[in-house]
């Protein structure tokens, strides 16, 4: 039995996803309750007139029998008209829900910090809300009209019936009971493993997405698993599969029980009706009418039971979707809302962009991922000061892009402060501040639209509102920098070409992604500059064009670049080297080979390998 607690709980979340329904559309969710109290009035009115008309028939020498056949056409047309009308109401209102409520999730998506969708318990939360939650909403609310509907041809159907043979009321609860019972447990079992169901759904999904995206399929048959993949993916399913079969078979097994002792009865009752002293009375109109209802009284009781089993589950969805939508799980808190004005674009007055200052500020920062025991980066302090172009250096695994990140405020620090401009990066609106950065990230967007919209994406809220000639004449100098105007000659519609493979016509090459993304951040103009591992992907020719003078780089910038290229990183004004999490070195390229130390040991392996000619020595 559940808690007075969970059942007030489990009431919130009922009468939560009637407030969202009605928000989405009330005459529509008005019609689907409306149609579940009329469809459980129908059935006994269409009893009751069938026995009227049979007895009249018999008795009365047909007259009233009008009256009788009228009523059963009427009764007849309102059960097939609400029946439709349930089934249109409920599809009308799944459509309208299926918009609002995505969009709902997505907005309260970006209220959540990165590392949220970093935790696979919360990416099991997501992949349970994203599945069919508009559609589960709509099931609950549908399910609770037709348990209502149920509940009114239960009622009915046994008052009527208990007229005729009052033994009725004895012989049904304790079939129906444990029936109940069981569908019940059987529900509440699968809403246990409604988590590990979601999990499953994952890895199935995982599975057909390396088997058949583009940016795997080429790999993972070079690699020659493909066919271990598919029987990862047939062993997951296979689980999915079973326990559903599992759950059918169980359910087949205590319906089929319950309908035939419930049949039995029925049948046994009516003998005993006509077999008992002055049976002969009993009409004939009243034999069908307890013979049509007792068979209906049976199916009632079974919708009401699954539509109970099956709300347990909706409500597990739905109590999650709820969790998601008002962010009250405490793990998880929702930033700050973003500070938007009424077209949705923020904007900033001209003296707050020109009184920023670009200084970065790290006071004994540490940092920890969610769930990791180690420390990703331990109790670094320094200051960057406005225009100065940092290089960060270090081994991999390090920790220079999780630094980088802490920059731009994608995650918190756990102890110390960051500060930007001299105000902690807590005090910033993180919307504002987004705007004063432009970020190349290391595992940069590949956005399939148009290679225009690629680089004006650097500032959407900017150069969405341009038209098509501004647009091209502002975006014009950032492509020309990173040098695409080469590669744009190859795009069948130049700057319109919609890029990428998934729905694009030109698939540019990883260099060239590499430079789009660059030329995205130089098109934001921001006032701090971070790239990390910009040239990974472009060829020396192209990396000397781009980086070969520092200066015209950050064009007084402040910068914060990531590279394990020494001919750039030496150019920098200071260098930070990065070991384990912790800042070991800083200085100029001069003054960390005079140290002889971490930095040196980095550089003399890369000279090593790439003989003077790779480095700027
Ligand atoms: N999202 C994450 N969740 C958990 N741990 C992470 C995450 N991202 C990085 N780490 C861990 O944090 C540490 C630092 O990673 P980071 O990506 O900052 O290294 P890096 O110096 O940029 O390395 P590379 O040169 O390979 O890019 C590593 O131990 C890594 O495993
Ligand atoms: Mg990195």
Redesign the pocket.
Same mark, same amino acid.
């Given at each position: 039995m559940i808690s007075g607690k969970e059942f007030r709980k489990q009431l919130g979340v009922h009468r939560w996803a009637y407030g969202v329904l009605w928000r989405v559309n009330r005459f529509y969710t008005l019609g689907l309750i409306l149609c579940g109290f009329l469809a459980g009035m129908t059935p006994v009115l269409l009893f009751m007139s069938l026995r009227g008309l049979i007895d009249d028939q018999l008795s009365n020498q047909g007259k009233g029998v009008q009256n009788w056949l009228f009523l059963l056409m009427w009764v007849g047309i309102a059960e097939a008209v609400v029946g439709l009308a349930h089934k249109l109401f409920r599809n009308l209102l799944r459509e309208r829900a299926l918009v609002e409520i995505n969009e709902l999730i997505l907005r309260r998506s970006l209220l959540r910090p990165v590392s949220f969708f970093?935790q696979s318990k919360s990416v099991n939360q997501l992949e349970k809300i994203k599945s069919n939650s508009a559609e589960r909403l709509v099931e609950l609310v549908g399910r609770n009209s037709q348990i209502i509907a149920s509940l009114i041809q239960i009622v009915t159907i046994s008052v009527m019936l208990a007229r005729i043979e009052p033994l009725i009321l004895v012989v049904v609860p304790p079939c129906f009971l444990p029936y109940l019972w069981f569908q019940l447990r059987l529900g509440s079992k699968m809403s246990e493993d409604i988590q590990e169901r979601a999990k499953d759904r994952r890895r199935i999904g995982y599975f057909v997405g390396l088997l058949t995206l583009p940016q795997s399929v080429a790999e993972t048959r070079l690699l020659g698993i493909s066919d271990h993949l598919i029987s990862q993916f047939r062993a997951a399913l296979s689980t999915k599969r079973d326990e559903e079969a599992q759950k059918d078979f169980k359910q087949f097994i205590g319906g089929s029980l319950f309908s035939i002792l419930c049949t039995i009865l029925f049948v046994g009752l009516i003998y005993r009706m006509l077999m008992r002293p002055g049976g002969a009375t009993v009409g004939l109109g009243s034999i069908v009418f307890f013979a049509a209802s007792s068979i209906r009284l049976r199916k009632s009781l079974e919708d009401a039971t699954h539509s109970l089993a099956a709300i347990a589950d909706h409500q597990v969805y739905a109590a999650s979707l709820k969790q998601f939508i008002d962010g009250k799980d405490d793990e998880t808190p929702i930033a700050k809302t973003p500070l938007e004005t009424a077209d949705g674009i923020r904007t900033e007055t001209t003296e707050q962009a020109a009184s920023f200052r670009s200084e970065i500020c790290f006071e004994n920062v540490s940092f920890r991922?969610?769930?990791?025991e #180690?420390l990703?980066l331990s109790d670094v302090s320094f200051t960057i000061h406005p225009g100065e172009t940092i290089a960060i250096v270090?081994?991999?695994? +390090?920790?220079? +892009?999780?630094?980088v990140k802490l920059i731009a405020g994608i995650y918190k620090p756990e102890s110390g402060t960051i500060r930007i401009d001299g105000r902690s990066l807590a005090d910033h609106d993180m919307d504002d501040l987004y705007q004063k950065i432009a970020f190349v990230f290391?595992d940069f967007g590949r956005y399939n639209v148009t290679l225009l919209e690629n680089v004006a994406y650097g500032n959407w809220a900017k150069y969405s509102k341009e038209s098509e000639a501004d647009l091209v004449a502002e975006l014009q100098p950032s492509i020309a920098r990173v040098g695409l105007e080469k590669e744009l000659t190859k795009m069948p519609k130049g700057l319109q070409t919609v890029l990428g493979r998934t729905f694009g016509e030109y698939e540019p090459s990883g260099g060239v992604w590499q430079k789009i993304a660059l030329a995205r951040a130089f098109a934001k103009k921001a006032p701090i500059l971070i790239m990390?591992?910009p040239s990974s992907a472009i060829d020396a020719r192209a990396e000397f064009e781009l980086f070969g003078r520092i200066s015209d780089l950050s064009e007084g910038r402040t910068t914060v670049l990531?590279s #394990?290229r020494f001919s750039t990183v030496s150019m920098a004004t200071r260098i930070f080297v990065?070991d384990r999490?912790r800042l070991v070195e800083e200085g100029t390229h001069a003054d960390l080979m005079k140290l002889n130390g971490r930095y040196a040991m980095l550089y003399n392996y890369h000279k090593k390998l790439h003989g003077e000619g790779g480095v700027n020595d």
């Amino acid at each position: 039995m559940i808690s007075g607690k969970e059942f007030r709980k489990q009431l919130g979340v009922h009468r939560w996803a009637y407030g969202v329904l009605w928000r989405v559309n009330r005459f529509y969710t008005l019609g689907l309750i409306l149609c579940g109290f009329l469809a459980g009035m129908t059935p006994v009115l269409l009893f009751m007139s069938l026995r009227g008309l049979i007895d009249d028939q018999l008795s009365n020498q047909g007259k009233g029998v009008q009256n009788w056949l009228f009523l059963l056409m009427w009764v007849g047309i309102a059960e097939a008209v609400v029946g439709l009308a349930h089934k249109l109401f409920r599809n009308l209102l799944r459509e309208r829900a299926l918009v609002e409520i995505n969009e709902l999730i997505l907005r309260r998506s970006l209220l959540r910090p990165v590392s949220f969708f970093e935790q696979s318990k919360s990416v099991n939360q997501l992949e349970k809300i994203k599945s069919n939650s508009a559609e589960r909403l709509v099931e609950l609310v549908g399910r609770n009209s037709q348990i209502i509907a149920s509940l009114i041809q239960i009622v009915t159907i046994s008052v009527m019936l208990a007229r005729i043979e009052p033994l009725i009321l004895v012989v049904v609860p304790p079939c129906f009971l444990p029936y109940l019972w069981f569908q019940l447990r059987l529900g509440s079992k699968m809403s246990e493993d409604i988590q590990e169901r979601a999990k499953d759904r994952r890895r199935i999904g995982y599975f057909v997405g390396l088997l058949t995206l583009p940016q795997s399929v080429a790999e993972t048959r070079l690699l020659g698993i493909s066919d271990h993949l598919i029987s990862q993916f047939r062993a997951a399913l296979s689980t999915k599969r079973d326990e559903e079969a599992q759950k059918d078979f169980k359910q087949f097994i205590g319906g089929s029980l319950f309908s035939i002792l419930c049949t039995i009865l029925f049948v046994g009752l009516i003998y005993r009706m006509l077999m008992r002293p002055g049976g002969a009375t009993v009409g004939l109109g009243s034999i069908v009418f307890f013979a049509a209802s007792s068979i209906r009284l049976r199916k009632s009781l079974e919708d009401a039971t699954h539509s109970l089993a099956a709300i347990a589950d909706h409500q597990v969805y739905a109590a999650s979707l709820k969790q998601f939508i008002d962010g009250k799980d405490d793990e998880t808190p929702i930033a700050k809302t973003p500070l938007e004005t009424a077209d949705g674009i923020r904007t900033e007055t001209t003296e707050q962009a020109a009184s920023f200052r670009s200084e970065i500020c790290f006071e004994n920062v540490s940092f920890r991922y969610d769930g990791q025991e #180690h420390l990703a980066l331990s109790d670094v302090s320094f200051t960057i000061h406005p225009g100065e172009t940092i290089a960060i250096v270090g081994e991999n695994g +390090s920790g220079k +892009s999780t630094l980088v990140k802490l920059i731009a405020g994608i995650y918190k620090p756990e102890s110390g402060t960051i500060r930007i401009d001299g105000r902690s990066l807590a005090d910033h609106d993180m919307d504002d501040l987004y705007q004063k950065i432009a970020f190349v990230f290391q595992d940069f967007g590949r956005y399939n639209v148009t290679l225009l919209e690629n680089v004006a994406y650097g500032n959407w809220a900017k150069y969405s509102k341009e038209s098509e000639a501004d647009l091209v004449a502002e975006l014009q100098p950032s492509i020309a920098r990173v040098g695409l105007e080469k590669e744009l000659t190859k795009m069948p519609k130049g700057l319109q070409t919609v890029l990428g493979r998934t729905f694009g016509e030109y698939e540019p090459s990883g260099g060239v992604w590499q430079k789009i993304a660059l030329a995205r951040a130089f098109a934001k103009k921001a006032p701090i500059l971070i790239m990390d591992e910009p040239s990974s992907a472009i060829d020396a020719r192209a990396e000397f064009e781009l980086f070969g003078r520092i200066s015209d780089l950050s064009e007084g910038r402040t910068t914060v670049l990531i590279s #394990h290229r020494f001919s750039t990183v030496s150019m920098a004004t200071r260098i930070f080297v990065i070991d384990r999490g912790r800042l070991v070195e800083e200085g100029t390229h001069a003054d960390l080979m005079k140290l002889n130390g971490r930095y040196a040991m980095l550089y003399n392996y890369h000279k090593k390998l790439h003989g003077e000619g790779g480095v700027n020595d």
